[in-house]
């Protein structure tokens, strides 16, 4: 499985738009991206999926550069109810091999 | 919007019993996993789930663990002998493809005492 990198925490105020940035140099051609949301003391909450460019849907936005290394997550005038840890997740979309989490990247929004 | 119901939300047990976990995926899903959370760490994948037998299972997936569908619509978690660090939220989810659009439940918090 391909390995992500998230910044470990962001910051943010009420309003703005939140973009987190995931690398993931060894993404394989028949790996999707995936991105969850996780509040305390709940399970992971489905957000997002993408294969390439730009996929939109009423919570957020990803973004899929044409090398598939990187993707962001925009997440478009924050509230205090975002506030949550977000996990970036690549790996095949059909297929046994499990998603596994990283450590994800907490988001703080603050008022 | 369908949901994945887990009982009990909390279960505190001594060491050494057995507890059993459970599920209600959603009904037209045709993949269930556990996952489970020790406080502050990662989402850690315990075992898959396909066409009633296991697809996939972790390293922490040991012999003390093991899972059931026992009819339609249950997916139960059973660890045999309890261990204090088997204290952590799990987590069951069930999808409708692998690895596609996981729906999670709430979760069980068991603590081992």
């Known amino acids: 499985l391909a390995k992500t990198t998230q910044p470990i925490s962001m910051d943010s105020y009420e309003g703005q738009e939140v973009n987190i940035t995931c690398s993931h140099n060894?993404?394989?051609?028949?790996?999707?991206i995936t991105w969850y949301q996780q509040f305390p003391s709940q399970g992971p909450r489905f957000i997002i999926q993408?294969?390439?460019t730009k996929v939109t849907n009423e919570v957020a936005s990803l973004f899929i550069p044409a090398d598939r290394k990187s993707s962001t997550l925009s997440l478009p005038r924050v509230s205090l109810s975002d506030t949550a840890v977000y996990y970036c997740?690549?790996?095949?979309?059909?297929?046994?091999?499990?998603?596994?989490f990283g450590k994800g990247t907490r988001l703080s929004v603050i008022a | 919007e369908p949901e994945v119901t887990q009982t009990p939300s909390h279960q505190v047990t001594q060491m050494g019993q057995e507890v059993i976990l459970r599920c209600v995926p959603i009904?037209?899903?045709?993949?269930f996993y556990w996952y489970r959370q020790i406080l502050g760490q990662k989402v850690e994948f315990l075992v898959s789930?396909?066409?009633?037998?296991?697809?996939?299972k972790s390293e922490i997936f040991d012999d003390q663990f093991s899972v059931e569908r026992p009819d339609g619509s249950n997916f139960t978690l059973k660890i045999r002998s309890t261990k204090l660090e088997d204290s952590a939220m799990y987590f069951c989810?069930?999808?409708?493809?692998?690895?596609?659009?996981?729906?999670f439940g709430s979760g069980t918090r068991l603590t081992v005492v």
């Open positions: 989810a069930s999808s409708p493809l692998s690895n596609y659009g996981y729906t």
């Open positions: 060894n993404i394989a051609t028949n790996d999707y």
């Open positions: 993408g294969y390439k």
């Open positions: 997740l690549v790996g095949p979309k059909a297929g046994n091999t499990p998603l596994v």
């Open positions: 009904s037209n899903h045709l993949y």
């Open positions: 789930f396909y066409n009633n037998e296991i697809s996939e």
